[in-house]
């Protein structure tokens, strides 16, 4: 059964760099049906769509932020990572990874979540 | 503000049929697939409903999804407490070339 764990720093500092990393487990990212994305949800408040990234690469970006995000996989390390740049109070959040098969937002495998603070 | 809009709460008693709507637009729920989520109380959320009505296996055929032009519903049937969760809607956009998810609904079953 596929399983996605993430992980990275919990505190950034403003104006720095959020790195995150999604190990997958019990299946392979490339896999020719699925999609890898990251969402993300501020404390308290609802979901956010960042991007995914297919099996072959192809990215896709939230228009609010895709001036500061990328998302990459990693095949040989079978996981998928997230840059979000210029990180400011408003990009603390629960930050999760998932899957979906076929349709973007079909994510039918989530992360248990990892939690970053944006502070100095 | 999200581009879908969900009502913030909603409730209901214990065996009572309810409905959570997800009104959107043309650019979005008219013309892409839509997804509902659940998400129980410090967990990650859970896929409910697929492609307007579909439903994951183990997910109980209490819960029904459907769309109507802009808008989207789900329908949870025979209300148990354990059903008590925020919901959310999610769909594509192509104005915005980016998904999207509605701000939620608080079901609380009383």
């Known amino acids: 059964q596929l399983q996605l764990q993430e992980s990275g720093p919990g505190l950034v500092k403003p104006s720095e760099t959020l790195s995150l990393t999604c190990a997958v487990s019990?299946?392979?990212?490339?896999?020719?049906?699925?999609?890898w994305g990251w969402i993300r949800q501020p404390p308290g408040k609802g979901l956010e769509w960042i991007g995914s990234?297919?099996?072959?690469?192809?990215?896709y970006y939230s228009p609010s932020l895709k001036s500061r995000v990328t998302i990459s996989a990693d095949t040989s390390r079978n996981r998928i990572s997230l840059r979000l740049t210029s990180v400011t109070a408003a990009d603390t959040a629960l930050y999760y990874c998932?899957?979906?098969?076929?349709?973007?937002?079909?994510?039918?495998?989530w992360g248990q979540g990892t939690l970053v603070t944006v502070s100095s | 503000q999200s581009v879908l809009t969900q009502p913030p709460s909603a409730s209901g008693t214990p065996g009572q049929r309810i409905t959570i709507s997800c009104s959107g637009s043309?650019?979005?729920?008219?013309?892409?697939?839509v997804f509902w989520y659940q998400q129980l109380p410090g967990t990650a959320p859970k896929l409910l409903i697929y492609?307007?009505?579909q439903r994951p296996s183990g997910v109980p055929d209490r819960f029904s999804g459907s769309k109507s032009g802009t808008s989207a519903s789900l329908a949870i049937s025979g209300l148990r407490s354990e059903d008590e969760a925020r919901y959310y809607c999610?769909?594509?956009?192509?104005?915005?070339?980016?998904?999207?998810f509605g701000g939620g609904t608080q079901l609380t079953v009383l």
């Open positions: 998932a899957s979906a098969q076929n349709f973007l937002l079909n994510l039918d495998r």
């Open positions: 019990g299946g392979s990212i490339s896999n020719t049906d699925h999609y």
């Open positions: 990234v297919s099996y072959s690469g192809t990215t």
């Open positions: 043309s650019a979005n729920i008219e013309s892409n697939y």
């Open positions: 492609r307007n009505s």
């Open positions: 999610a769909t594509w956009d192509n104005i915005l070339s980016g998904g999207v």
